[in-house]
């Protein structure tokens, strides 16, 4: 299986920060991510798919970039609504692997 | 749209077994692979199963190899995951998943005696 891992594990920042997540793939799995945001008690909600583009509805202060074993994930001005914990995800493999996260906080 | 729900999660004893069960809708279901997701408490995801469009293929997590299966039934719009020999390390909320955008709402198993 590919191995997904994630950094930071936890973030705080305030309203209007530039938020940064990278995600690194054991192998080469082009771009074949996606960004996921969950919310507590809800299921993980799509926000970027195939690296860097933007789910249909998504705010386009949410981006994301890479390819092959390393991406990164970003929020261009951090809104009170997006505390919550997102996952990078591949799906070059059949088996889909996922990060372990990062929680996103506000100072 | 697309719609998943999930049924069947509850309380069950270690040892014991338990059924879930996921009716698709807003899609050609028997054209699509099916997934089921579980996220332990305060924990992150894992794939558990997941199944080819045609019940043909089927891969499973390590931590389940052996106790769960997954299988479909094209004619009902529905995966199902049976699940065995649980142990206390099963309790968590199950997703089924179609991958991309689309999952359930989730449903919680929880082992214990």
């Known amino acids: 299986d590919i191995q997904m891992t994630q950094s930071p594990s936890s973030l705080s920042a305030s309203v209007g920060d530039r938020v940064t997540i990278t995600c690194q793939a054991s192998q080469d799995i082009r771009n074949s991510l996606n960004w996921y945001q969950q919310k507590p008690g809800r299921a993980p909600k799509l926000l970027i798919y195939?690296?860097?583009n933007l789910e249909t509805g998504v705010p386009s202060r949410f981006s994301g970039s890479g390819s092959g074993t390393d991406f990164t994930f970003t929020i261009s001005s951090l809104q009170p609504e997006d505390i919550a914990t997102y996952y990078c995800q591949q799906y070059a493999h059949i088996f889909l692997t996922f990060g372990p996260g990062t929680r996103l906080d506000l100072k | 749209q697309v719609q998943l729900v999930e049924s069947g999660g509850g309380v069950v004893q270690p040892g014991r077994s338990l059924t879930l069960s996921c009716a698709a809708s807003?899609?050609?279901?028997?054209?699509?692979?099916m997934h089921w997701v579980r996220q332990v408490p305060g924990k992150g995801l894992e794939l558990v199963a997941l199944i080819s469009y045609d019940g043909s293929k089927k891969e499973y997590a390590d931590s389940v190899k052996g106790r769960f299966t997954i299988s479909r039934d094209n004619s009902k719009n529905t995966v199902y995951l049976q699940m065995n020999r649980l142990r206390a390390e099963d309790t968590a909320v199950y997703y089924c998943a179609l991958g991309g955008p689309d999952w359930g709402q989730g449903t919680l198993v929880t082992v214990s005696s």
């Open positions: 807003g899609f050609r279901f028997s054209k699509f692979a």
């Open positions: 195939d690296a860097s």
